[in-house]
């Protein structure tokens, strides 16, 4: 099956530093990788759209100057958290269909951010 | 607007049966899937249906109703092990998926 890896699983931090979270799919291409943020007892929530070669798309309400995303080659993308606040903590999830088949996403295990 | 409705919450016993509803309301609609998400961790992959009518896979089953805007995903033999969050998700006319809230499934002895 296919496996999608994330880096940092957990990371704390200081309020106002940045912090970079990779997401890599490991043995098949994404041009379009999928950004989630879900706090607890709540669902998963749609971040942004990642688009390989291209600037990743943000849903509403998404600071896209404070969520930098890049998505650099069709195995990673990585979220940047810049100037990091304590309501920035949460669960980020990042998920990623094969590349031109939207019939199954494959979930990264998720980075716990804990901002200070 | 796009919606997924789903219970927030059931109780089941261990070796029973559950059915878990969804009703949605999606621009377009390119297939709806069920993941399952264990507190902490991320969700992982159970269903996905496109065509009307049951799919089966094991103990779990997921049907859909592309007139009535309705799924179900059902759990068979349930086991401790189960006790999870049922995320069910719509996909859009332009393939990003559509979340429910989720069911939190909690199954007792």
């Known amino acids: 099956g296919a496996v999608v890896s994330q880096h940092p699983s957990w990371v704390i931090c200081k309020s106002g530093t940045s912090v970079k979270i990779e997401c890599r799919s490991l043995d098949f291409q994404a041009t379009t990788m999928f950004w989630y943020r879900q706090f607890p007892k709540q669902s998963l929530m749609l971040m942004a759209t990642s688009n390989e070669g291209s600037k990743a798309t943000y849903e509403q309400g998404v600071e896209k100057d404070k969520f930098l995303i890049n998505h650099a080659s069709l195995t990673l993308s990585t979220l940047t958290v810049t100037s990091a606040h304590p309501e920035d903590s949460s669960f980020y999830i990042c998920?990623?269909?094969?590349?031109?088949?939207?019939?199954?996403?494959?979930f990264g295990p998720g980075t716990r951010l804990t901002v200070l | 607007g796009q919606n997924i409705d789903q219970p927030t919450e059931m109780t089941a016993t261990e070796g029973a049966i559950v059915q878990i509803n969804c009703t949605y309301q999606t621009s377009g609609f390119n297939g709806l899937f069920w993941y399952q998400q264990h507190a902490g961790e991320a969700p992982t992959f159970l269903s996905y249906n496109v065509l009307d009518g049951l799919e089966e896979k094991g103990r779990f089953s997921s049907f859909l109703s592309r007139s009535k805007g309705y799924s179900y995903l059902l759990l068979k033999e349930l086991q401790m092990k189960d006790s999870a969050s049922y995320l069910c998700?719509?996909?859009?006319?332009?393939?990003?998926?559509?979340w429910g809230a989720g069911t939190k499934l909690i199954i007792k002895p």
């Open positions: 998700a719509g996909l859009d006319s332009n393939y990003q998926l559509i």
């Open positions: 998920s990623a269909p094969r590349q031109g088949d939207y019939n199954e996403q494959f």
